[in-house]
Nanobody, 127 residues
Framework: QVQLVESGGGLVQAGGSLRLSCTAS????????MGWFRQAPGKEREFVAS????????DYALSVKGRFTISRDNSKNTMYLQMNSLKPEDTAVYYC????????????????????WGQGTQVTVSS
């Protein structure tokens, strides 16, 4: 099983930056497609970014493309989300997640296809 723990959230002003980390346990981490999702109060959880097993492929929601960068370091069992030029509408609880080992890239932006989830970290962007 894959166990995930997020960190790095906080309160920043609009235009600022944050770097989120997701540490994972389990030998399957290096063979698992990973993603970041977020959920604002009263809204559904939405896709933010995903990354392939080796990090060679990435995908981003249009709302964050050009501002956020997803990466992973399998030797450290860690995935990152660098968030720049933050906007108030980025305010949400951010979750890291993993597909089932051997999962398809086709499911990279599908919330309901992710099997493993962290507890979330709060990101608040003030105007």
């Amino acid at each position: 099983q894959v166990q995930l723990v997020e960190s790095g959230g906080g309160l920043v002003q609009a235009g600022g930056s944050l770097r989120l980390s997701c540490t994972a346990s389990g030998r399957t981490f290096s063979r698992t497609i990973m993603g970041w999702f977020r959920q604002a109060p009263g809204k559904e959880r939405e896709f933010v970014a995903s990354i392939s097993w080796t990090g060679s492929s990435t995908d981003y929601a249009l709302s964050v493309k050009g501002r956020f960068t997803i990466s992973r370091d399998n030797s450290k069992n860690t995935m990152y989300l660098q968030m720049n030029s933050l906007k108030p509408e980025d305010t949400a609880v951010y979750y890291c997640a993993a597909l089932r080992p051997g999962g398809s890239w086709y499911n990279r932006d599908r919330t309901y296809e992710y099997d493993y989830w962290g507890q979330g970290t709060q990101v608040t962007v003030s105007s």
